[in-house]
């Protein structure tokens, strides 16, 4: 970000930071440069796009709100901690690296002066003088395009597709290892067809991530292509360019790359939250055909163990999360909701809050923490106190009663929900037994769960959580062509995993409600509207909103 100061332009943030820490570089995402390493991800905020549904609004549509949580850090201290935290490189992502050109600028220097990679994220919609000025220092860069049409970019409040084109022949030109990455959108197909055809005319080698759109932010929930549909796409991108990837997609096999000689699977990935990616296991750096990798770098099976399905956009999603379990008790002020999130970001509370909220009490401990950050300590209280208040009548009522067996899959029927994510303990709040317990995964031994695994587990219930729009009719499809779940599929016992839509980071209350429902019909548990309507009056009494 920008302002004029004495006829210059200057920046208003220098050297300044939001978010800093060690990751995966599949997780950013770049999936042929330096495979299973670990980088330092940097960002600062702001954007010069506006995109629909974009993830990391919190950060880009309104950054004045997150000013305070800026950390100023000369480069040569960005770069010590990214040797500290042992990265093979830094990289500029989250958000848009050109509204800090010149602190991106010192910090690839600093970078290369100490040995390490730079690289970077970014729309692409640089100017020339900003393309000459970055290009020689970087060593990667992952372009988001938005389509390939001026539409599609005007959208996104720019006048024409042009220059984000521009920008990717100049890096590849340049010698920069690039990938791109492509957003789509129900019902513009041809848009992603297109750009392929535009890369495709560049390098056909060119990795090609198709991000099937996700209406973070109040994006139009009508353009969310459906899991099939975004498979039936990459499809037909396929035959166009060498390597087509499919994010945000459990269960997808389109993760993976294959050796471009033989089709053997070289680095098999599985879905890992937004625009993220996990390895699962690498061969070694030839191919048994005999055939070298297709990647820049050298592989390394050490791979990081990552935050489960958090994706690379973990500091945003929890900035978001915090920013609405501040506006429940009431702490709406912008000032005011700006310093909490600054002290959760100084304090590291962001690295550990999905553990913290994975229960009941956990979560309701938090928001009490979050309300008396923001200067509302009764307030959070009396929430708290509510929340528990209806979360144990519903304990109560199914206490003592037979638990059924429930398997949680996120989104497909072999991707099982981790045992350590807050549904699961929503289901024994519920009164059932959550055999994911049972489910052995280690996070470096990224192994597939086998349909075998699963079904040996034989759960009565079983509740699948929606990633892509899916229906209880598709989802069971996919359990019958996966040969995998046939009892509860025979029982008509397959639900999607209940949410209160009406509720934001308060909806799992009603879930609770609506499972205890399932599991114990005739319990007398209170059904999801009465709870729905007992939380949210619980939320105007102590004045606040649900964003
Ligand atoms: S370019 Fe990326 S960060 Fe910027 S508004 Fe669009 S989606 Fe968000």
Redesign the pocket.
């Known amino acids: 970000m920008y302002r004029g100061a004495g006829g210059a332009v200057v920046e208003v943030f220098p050297d300044s930071y939001l978010a800093r820490y060690p990751t995966a570089v599949e997780t950013i995402p770049f999936l042929h440069f330096w495979p299973g390493h670990t980088f330092y991800a940097v960002s600062s905020v702001g954007?010069?796009?506006?995109?629909p549904?974009?993830?990391?609004?919190i950060?880009?549509?309104d950054p004045h709100t997150l000013a305070g949580a800026l950390v100023h850090l000369p480069p040569d201290d960005v770069v010590h901690e990214a040797v500290e935290a042992d990265c093979r490189g830094i990289l500029f992502c989250?958000?848009?690296p050109a509204v800090s050109l010149p602190t991106v600028l010192r910090l690839a220097e600093a970078s290369h002066d100490a040995g390490l990679l730079f690289g970077c994220?970014?729309?692409g919609?640089l100017g020339g003088d900003t393309l000459r000025a970055l290009a020689p220092l970087l060593d990667s860069v992952n372009v988001?395009l938005?389509g390939s049409s001026d539409e599609s970019y005007r959208a996104?409040?720019a006048a024409s597709a042009g220059p984000a084109y521009q920008a990717i022949s100049h890096f590849y030109d340049a010698g920069v290892h690039v990938e791109v990455s492509a957003?789509y959108m129900r019902g513009r197909e041809d848009e992603v067809l297109s750009t392929a055809r535009r890369i495709a005319a560049m390098d056909t080698g060119i990795p090609f991530q198709i991000m099937r759109f996700m209406p973070f932010s109040g994006g139009d929930r009508e353009r969310e292509p459906t899991a099939r549909e975004a498979e039936d796409l990459a499809e037909a991108v396929s035959p166009i360019l060498d390597h087509v990837y499919l994010f945000n997609t459990p269960g997808t096999a389109r993760l993976s790359t294959r050796c471009p000689a033989c089709g053997d699977i070289l680095i098999r990935r599985g879905f890992n939250g937004p625009m993220g990616a996990r390895n699962e296991w690498m061969s070694e750096e030839l191919c048994g055909c005999g055939e070298r990798l297709p990647v820049t770098g050298r592989m390394t099976p050490e791979w990081r163990s990552e935050a489960r399905y958090a994706g690379g956009y973990r500091p945003t999603r929890g900035l978001e999360l915090v920013r609405n379990m501040l506006a429940v008790a009431g702490v709406t002020g912008r000032e005011t909701q700006g310093r909490a999130l600054a002290a959760e970001l100084a304090g590291g509370g962001l690295l550990t809050l999905h553990e913290r909220i994975a229960t009941p009490q956990g979560f309701c401990s938090a928001l009490q923490a979050y309300a008396a950050a923001g200067g509302r300590p009764d307030e959070g209280e009396r929430l708290a106190s509510c929340i528990l208040r209806i979360v144990s009548g519903i304990q109560d009522a199914v206490a003592g009663r037979r638990r059924p067996g429930v398997y949680a899959a996120l989104g497909h029927p072999l991707v099982p929900l981790y045992a350590d994510k807050p549904e699961i303990s929503l289901i024994t709040a519920a009164g059932g037994y959550p055999v994911n317990h049972d489910i052995i995964q280690d996070d470096l031994d990224a192994r597939r769960v086998t349909a075998h695994e699963i079904d040996a587990l034989r759960p009565e219930i079983v509740f699948y959580q929606e990633v892509a729009p899916v229906d209880t009719g598709m989802f069971v499809q996919v359990c019958l062509d996966a040969g995998v779940l046939a009892e509860a599929v025979r029982r008509d016992t397959v639900y999607r995993l209940p949410t209160g839509t009406k509720m934001g980071c308060l909806g799992w209350v009603t879930s609770i409600a609506a499972m205890a429902g399932i599991f114990h019909p005739d319990a007398g548990c209170p059904a999801p509207e009465v709870v729905e309507e007992e939380v949210l009056s619980c939320v105007r009494a102590v004045g606040g909103e649900i964003l």
């Open positions: 954007c010069n796009l506006t995109c549904g974009c993830v990391s609004a950060l880009t549509a989250i958000n848009e994220s970014t729309n919609y988001g938005k996104c409040g957003v």
